[in-house]
């Protein structure tokens, strides 16, 4: 617990001074508000904050690094690749199928959330692009990120230890109906996006 403190306050210091000029704060405070209005990105780690909070410290330890890790790069990497897939059909089915392993409460093996996550934080990295201003400074366009990073990755790290905290409380059931609160979410939010696809 002390470790995992420790790192998630090494990366808020890491990022903090790109937010700290004036002229960057709204920047900073929109990259902190965008995650909160793409519900397919909420979804998408919600669920994975609850499979490694159910699977325990082992998995909890090993994958938020990776994921933080790789969050941080897919967000740099927005200024020179734009993401050519359409976020919400990776984002919504891989919600929906850990969702799904939540209610199986089966341990699973760390390289299967490390992989759930590096995909969540590439696809979600890629997806929080700075739009493109004539003009704009560097500074704004990484307070925009850093803000968007902390968002991101302050959820995951705050449910996580919620879930962990959950996981054998009444036999681990209150973590499998979220898990299939998620799942449902998910699959409801992906057939809408594929009715509405349909009809255009």
């Known amino acids: 617990m002390k470790k995992l403190t420790v ?10 001074p790109l937010a700290a000029h004036a002229a960057g704060a709204n ?11 793409v519900p397919t990105q909420l979804i998408a780690v919600f669920a994975l904050a609850l499979l490694l909070g159910q699977q325990g410290w082992r998995h909890i330890r090993i994958v938020i690094p990776v994921f933080l890790v790789t969050l941080s790069a897919a967000l740099v990497m927005t200024r020179y690749h734009s993401a ?3 976020p919400e059909m990776i984002l ?32 979600i990295g890629l997806d929080s692009s700075v739009p493109m201003i004539p003009g704009l400074q560097v500074r704004k366009i990484y ?14 790290v705050i449910v996580t230890l919620v879930a ?12 499998r109906i979220l898990g299939a ?14 009715a509405n696809a349909a009809r255009t």
């Open 84 to 86: 050519s897939w359409n």
């Open 181 to 194: 609160w998620s799942a449902a979410g998910a699959v409801l939010v992906l057939a809408l996006l594929l």
């Open 92 to 123: 919504l089915p891989l919600a929906a199928i850990t969702g799904l392993a939540l209610t199986l409460k089966h341990e699973w093996f760390v390289a299967i959330s490390v992989v759930i996550a590096m995909v969540v934080a590439v696809v």
């Open 7 to 16: 790192l998630t306050a090494v990366f808020l210091c890491l990022f903090s």
């Open 143 to 156: 307070a925009h990120l850093a803000g968007t990073a902390l968002c991101v990755s302050g959820l995951l």
């Open 164 to 175: 962990y905290a959950l996981r054998n409380l009444i036999q681990g059931i209150i973590l």
């Open 27 to 37: 920047f900073f405070e929109k990259g902190l508000m965008h995650p909160m209005m």
